[in-house]
């Protein structure tokens, strides 16, 4: 098995069985503030060759650093009848953009089951692991566990799988890719000062580390390859959140960062850039990069001249992205929203009182209220609020003309907006900010109400599709007349996806989580 670094969370797994390109991400993301860091758009003709005539594409899920939707859409990039693995997510979002970019041949997977890729004889085989947890957005997270007979890989990119020995299930690891870096927004767009600021940055540090070695030794793999981050800022107006000294106050940690905490827990670390080939033997692991090795060690030790000789290359292109911005049309931003998120409000009565105070939204001159506790968005006139964002309007015009219905990553993971808070994290802010559709915010409030308000007593039967059932799954207690999916004789639960025999009611994902059911009319 060889696998190349693409750069950020992109791998190009080479097997004798076949290929698979995962999360190729070219063009910079989230309002042109990430770029992949070490740079990735000078790789050669010959690997973008090999990207092309992949045999598999794996999307792992829907952030801008994964689904790079403008390189995925020009066919030059990646054939449009390339076999697209889907994780088994509840919501088929990902499966509808993806048909939209004119993909046809999606392989729909289940979650967690190994599936043998190329015909009865290959040894080629994936296991797709995906996490539904709103914190994650309706979309959900996944990762990927790849088998050729003789080696395994396992591509977590940043899905914090919540299952710990899923992923080491399949059998010995080789190769465990791994994000350690922040991919967030904060701490570092909040309103405080310095002090307070480099003491959140430095516990927001740890905790990412702590956790990905967490995920290091469950897996315990022959060899660690940090990944998918951290990105960098090319953007004049951002480029005091890369990591240079590493005495900014942001969460940016590059490689070196988490290669020595693996080398002190004894475990093995493989650097990798953009082009670094690594091939996994019985024996060896070894890697080879596509530069010299002094000009690999320079992009770290002289990292700032680095960044500024990248920056240098496309403030072109950052410039022209600002005249764009600033060409947005301007829209009478308050009666639109109210429009849009009105009706929202409404359907989501447990997320409001789990925020419980009102937001505060400017859009330059514009201010808007948000007041979740009386389900209302309004004109701001003086009243007490808990939650406060500061946007460029230009940059609130866009998303509200795409009817983004996640702004955490259309606007948030973008870094260009200051936010203040009366507490602490609210995490039913940002999972009201990631569902702004009606699909999206009937999971939210369905996720609020059973975290909030278990139920206590044994609710009546449901109908569905023929079939008469309990009302909640005996996983985590989902709302089935919400989550639930009838297909012939079989129920899922889209809320985290377990499935059920409505024959039998046994559960077809763990053993020992049966389903009160029969047919409608016995």
Not at 12 to 32: N, R
Not at 48 to 74: K, M, N, P, T
Not at 126 to 132: P, R
Request: hydrophobic fraction near 40%; include cysteine.
């Amino acid at each position: 098995m060889r696998a190349t670094s693409l750069g950020q969370a992109g791998i190009l797994i080479e097997t004798a069985h076949g290929s698979i390109v995962c999360d190729p991400w070219f063009v910079p993301a989230f309002f042109g503030s990430w770029f992949v860091f070490p740079r990735n758009d000078q790789l050669g003709d010959e690997l973008h060759e090999r990207i092309r005539s992949a045999d598999y594409l794996y999307v792992s899920h829907l952030h801008g650093d994964h689904f790079d939707e403008i390189w995925l859409a020009d066919e030059r990039n990646i054939r449009r009848d390339i076999g697209v693995l889907v994780p088994g997510y509840p919501s088929r979002e990902l499966d509808t953009r993806l048909r939209a970019l004119g993909f046809t041949n999606l392989i729909r997977t289940v979650d967690g089951e190994e599936l043998r890729l190329g015909g009865d004889d290959s040894e080629l085989s994936v296991a797709i692991h995906v996490e539904t947890s709103i914190t994650d957005g309706p979309g959900g997270d996944s990762a990927m566990v790849v088998s050729d007979g003789t080696s395994r890989l396992v591509n977590q990119n940043d899905c914090r799988t919540t299952d710990l020995a899923a992923l080491a299930a399949h059998g010995p690891v080789d190769l465990h890719w791994l994000q350690y870096s922040g991919a967030i927004w904060y701490p570092m767009v909040y309103e405080m000062d310095g002090a307070t600021m480099r003491h959140l940055v430095s516990a927001k540090i740890e905790s990412q580390l702590t956790r990905a070695m967490r995920y290091v030794e469950s897996i315990d793999a022959r060899a660690v390859v940090p990944s998918a981050g951290p990105p960098c800022f090319l953007d004049p107006a951002l480029f005091h959140l890369n990591v240079v000294t590493g005495d900014e106050p942001s969460i940016f940690v590059d490689q070196r960062t988490f290669l020595g905490r693996l080398a002190a827990s004894g475990h093995g670390g493989v650097l990798a850039i953009p082009g670094t080939t690594i091939d996994v033997g019985p024996d060896t692991i070894s890697a080879k990069h596509p530069v010299a090795d002094d000009e690999v060690t320079a992009i770290f030790e002289r990292k700032g001249e680095y960044l500024t000789s990248y920056q240098a290359d496309w403030l072109g292109w950052l410039t022209t992205m600002h005249e764009r911005w600033a060409g947005q049309q301007e829209t009478d931003l308050l009666p639109t929203l109210q429009e849009w998120w009105r009706p929202l409000l409404a359907a989501c009565p447990t997320v409001r009182e789990g925020i419980g105070a009102a937001c505060l939204l400017r859009a330059g001159e514009v201010e808007i209220l948000i007041d979740f506790p009386a389900g209302d968005v309004r004109a701001y006139a003086g009243e007490r609020y808990g939650f406060r964002f500061d946007i460029e309007r230009s940059l609130v015009e866009k998303v509200v003309a795409e009817r983004a219905v996640d702004w955490s990553n259309s606007l948030f993971l973008s870094c260009r907006f200051r936010a203040w808070r009366e507490g602490e994290f609210n995490e039913y802010v940002y999972n009201f900010f990631k569902s702004l559709s009606p699909g999206r915010m009937r999971r939210t409030e369905a996720e609020a109400l059973r975290k909030m308000h278990p139920p206590t007593e044994t609710e009546p039967d449901i109908e569905l599709d023929g079939w008469v059932i309990q009302r909640r799954c005996p996983h985590r207690n989902a709302d089935l007349e919400v989550f639930g999916e009838v297909d012939g004789c079989e129920l899922t639960c889209t809320l985290h996806g377990w499935r059920f025999d409505l024959e039998t009611g046994r559960c077809l994902t763990s053993a020992g989580h049966e389903l009160r059911a029969r047919r409608r009319d016995e």
